[in-house]
T-cell receptor, first 113, second 115 residues
Framework: AQSVTQPDIHITVSEGASLELRCNYS??????LFWYVQSPGQGLQLLLK??????LVQGIKGFEAEFKRSQSSFNLRKPSVHWSDAAEYFC???????????FGSGTRLLVRP | EAGVAQSPRYKIIEKRQSVAFWCNPI?????LYWYQQILGQGPKLLIQ????????DSQLPKDRFSAERLKGVDSTLKIQPAKLEDSAVYLC?????????????FGAGSRLTVL
């Protein structure tokens, strides 16, 4: 069955430091990949997506993610974190074979001043 | 463009009571989704509509949950009777189409607490 794993429940980084959030998926074909961010009391907002082509995708707020087929991964990165980036981040997988969008369990990012 | 509207934002009920949540998607979006997000977990799809037809309701607990999308626009999700484990945020989302490549736009959610 298709699944999405975000191995880190919490990550704490200092403001200005770099960030990498991990995401691994299980799916037989090339999936559609998404990263969403959720601030407290808010719905989910799309950061970026990968459908095909260049495996390094750029998103909003200075985020980028790289699709690595060999590792079944789609890790999210940001070179310099801002305090306003503190939120929960969800990786998600969409498939041609169904209409479902499957979410990981999320990674909560805390930013130290 | 107006976003996905949901109401109420917060609801507290006692177990065995009933509750209903309303969602108004983005104008022109054919596909509407209801997700359940339990604290500490990622959203889980409950039901997906394409216009006013159900595409996927395989994870909807049909003995207590029901949803409808009359006229292919607004949608209502109902829980009757509620259980303690139904405490969660109920997220409504919409998209232009229902394929796996679609980008979903989410509402702010309706937080349910069952006592």
């Amino acid at each position: 069955a298709q699944s999405v794993t975000q191995p880190d429940i919490h990550i704490t980084v200092s403001e200005g430091a770099s960030l990498e959030l991990r995401c691994n998926y299980s799916y037989g074909a090339t999936p559609y990949l998404f990263w969403y961010v959720q601030s407290p009391g808010q719905g989910l907002q799309l950061l970026l997506k990968y459908f095909s082509g260049d495996t390094l995708v750029q998103g909003i707020k200075g985020f980028e993610a790289e699709f690595k087929r060999s590792q079944s991964s789609f890790n999210l990165r940001k070179p310099s974190v801002h305090w306003s980036d503190a939120a929960e981040y969800f990786c998600a997988v969409g498939m041609d074979s169904s209409y479902k969008l499957i979410f990981g369990s999320g990674t909560r990012l805390l930013v130290r001043p | 463009e107006a976003g996905v509207a949901q109401s109420p934002r917060y609801k507290i009920i006692e177990k065995r009571q009933s509750v209903a949540f309303w969602c108004n998607p983005i104008s022109g979006h054919a596909t509407l989704y209801w997700y359940q997000q339990i604290l500490g977990q990622g959203p889980k799809l409950l039901i997906q509509f394409q216009n006013n037809g159900v595409v996927d309701d395989s994870q909807l607990p049909k003995d207590r949950f029901s949803a409808e999308r009359l006229k292919g626009v607004d949608s209502t999700l109902k829980i009757q009777p509620a259980k303690l484990e139904d405490s969660a945020v109920y997220l409504c989302a919409s998209s232009l189409q229902g394929s796996g490549a679609n980008v979903l736009t989410f509402g702010a959610g309706s937080r349910l607490t069952v006592l």
